[in-house]
């Protein structure tokens, strides 16, 4: 997969790309990521990314001619005009982000990581031209319901919770899946504290990850809980998907709301 971000910012992400899994990644070949400088695409000497909104406001506005033409040069292509748009191509994902986005949740990573190609818009100041939002971009994200100066940190969010979920990223496969917001069928009615799989009233729900201990087993008097390290297997996973949903439940009901 390729990932292109770009930012008025490039020195931004020489930090948060260059360890854990997404070095491995990119040394095992798995992962493209370049940079893209968006001043590189103004025409004036001061290098001018940004304007005032029409209408008056507070704040400057990224304007759309560089967004587009940094775009347009990453694909090799124009994506086109108000008479004719011409998509990025097929399994291409352009993605403006933004605190007016979708939430992004793990379920989007899920999706993201069916791409080929993510080109992820680090917007600033207070906004981006709308039509970068309407012609330009093919997803609207935000990481959450809350405003930061920039896109640069939710690019290097994306970029890693998507990353973990390529084939070969992670040194156990089975890490993406039983962790935080991993979906688990249980019986219908969350309040009962069941988790019955299979049920014919089964619903699915994200659930946080359950608890996890290491030595030593006891720590100033904290003891890791006995069937842990009983060796009963079946009881360990019974006990672990209780205590996800009881986690759940305590710390974000709003995961088991009814579907």
């Known amino acids: 997969m390729r990932f292109d ?26 992962v493209q990521i ?9 025409k004036d000497r001061h290098k001018t990314v940004d304007d005032r909104p029409f209408g008056g406001g507070e704040g400057m506005v990224l304007k759309p001619e560089p967004l587009f ?21 097929e399994k291409t994902s352009i993605i403006l982000l933004s605190a007016a986005g979708k939430r992004f949740t793990q379920e989007t990573a899920r999706h993201l990581a069916q791409q080929d190609r993510l080109i992820l818009i680090c917007g600033r100041y207070e906004g981006v031209d709308e039509r970068v939002a309407d012609h330009l971009a093919t997803e609207e994200i935000s990481v959450g319901d809350f405003v930061l ?29 039983n962790e935080s917001f991993s979906q688990i069928e249980f019986e219908s009615d969350p309040q009962s504290g069941s988790l019955a799989r299979h049920s014919p009233l089964t619903t699915r729900h994200s659930l946080l990850d359950f608890p996890h201990y290491t ?5 100033r008097g904290w003891t890791v809980p006995e069937v842990l390290i009983g060796g009963n297997h079946a009881e360990v996973a019974k006990w672990r998907r209780q205590q996800a949903l009881e986690k759940t439940r305590r710390n974000r009901p709003d995961l088991l709301a009814p579907e």
């Open 5 to 30: 971000l770009i930012t008025i910012f490039p020195e931004f992400f020489e930090g948060p790309l260059e360890h854990g899994i997404l070095r491995r990644a990119r040394e095992a070949g798995l």
């Open 34 to 42: 370049h940079i893209q400088d968006l001043r590189e695409f103004t």
């Open 69 to 89: 033409e940094a775009v347009e040069s990453l694909l090799g292509h124009s994506v086109g005009d108000s008479s004719k748009k011409n998509p990025p191509g």
């Open 149 to 177: 100066s920039g896109g640069e940190l939710p690019a290097a969010l994306i970029v890693d919770a998507v990353t973990r979920l390529l084939p070969g990223a992670l040194g156990n496969e089975a890490s993406s899946v």
């Open 215 to 219: 030595r030593p087993a006891d720590f």
